[in-house]
């Protein structure tokens, strides 16, 4: 009974190649994100999603868009994949946005460029 | 610019002693903090938090201490054991509205037997 679960984990594409993750989370949460955790290990925020409508987009190339169909799904497309998008990309939700609403992390997506 | 400062990227402690992760904020308007933990191949998980109201924050083996006038907060562990060993990442949030969390970089934490 996994709370926030994301696949693939492990995913090896080529440049220029179009590749998706998949999440969803079964804790009945409002709120979704997407965080990518790249070579300098910060976990930066990509997206924020509340009830299906994006809150929040950080600096991120346009070839990343995030899809809710339901506040309980965040996918994240990504286009023409670069080498620099290698990271390991994570869902995470939350009962609502704000300080005091504890985070749940998905396992993570390990994405590799080559 | 990295408004959430680890600045030791690893950390090795003995069984038994204390572990002390260290963690620096840059932002003043910073008044919520967060401490996650992961383990290798899975998600952070949340741990403990401290509200710029209080100085201390106490959760069993785990306490949080925040000196707002310094910026920085540090988290204790006592006694430290090596189901601890794990990446431990620090958080800074406001807690009006619904700013999201600025993560650090983490620290890695290893604790010998």
């Known amino acids: 009974d996994t709370a926030v679960s994301q696949t693939p984990k492990y995913l090896v594409t080529q440049m220029g190649n179009d590749k998706s993750i998949k999440c969803e989370q079964n804790?009945?949460?409002?709120?979704m994100y997407w965080y990518k955790q790249d070579s300098k290990k910060f976990l930066k925020i990509m997206f924020s999603y509340n009830n299906k409508e994006l809150i929040i987009n950080e600096t991120v190339p346009n070839r990343f868009s995030p899809k809710s169909p339901d506040k309980a799904h965040l996918n994240l497309h990504i286009n023409s994949l670069e080498l620099g998008d290698s990271a390991v990309y994570f869902c995470a939700s939350s009962q609502a946005q704000g300080a005091g609403n504890t985070i749940y992390f998905g396992e993570g997506s390990w994405l590799t460029v080559v | 610019d990295q408004q959430v400062k680890q600045n030791s990227p690893s950390l090795s402690v003995q069984e038994g002693r204390i572990s002390i992760l260290n963690c620096d904020y840059t932002n003043s308007m910073f008044d919520y903090f967060l401490w996650y933990k992961k383990y290798p191949a899975e998600g952070p998980t949340f741990l403990i938090s401290i509200s710029s109201i209080k100085d201390k924050n106490e959760d069993g083996r785990f306490t949080v201490f925040l000196n707002k006038s310094a910026k920085h907060l540090s988290l204790h562990i006592v006694p430290s054991q090596p189901g601890d060993s794990a990446v431990y990442f620090c958080?800074?949030?406001?807690?009006?509205?619904?700013?999201?969390?600025?993560f650090g970089r983490g620290t890695s934490l290893i604790v010998h037997p």
């Open positions: 958080a800074a949030s406001l807690s009006g509205g619904s700013y999201i969390p600025t």
């Open positions: 804790l009945g949460h409002d709120t």
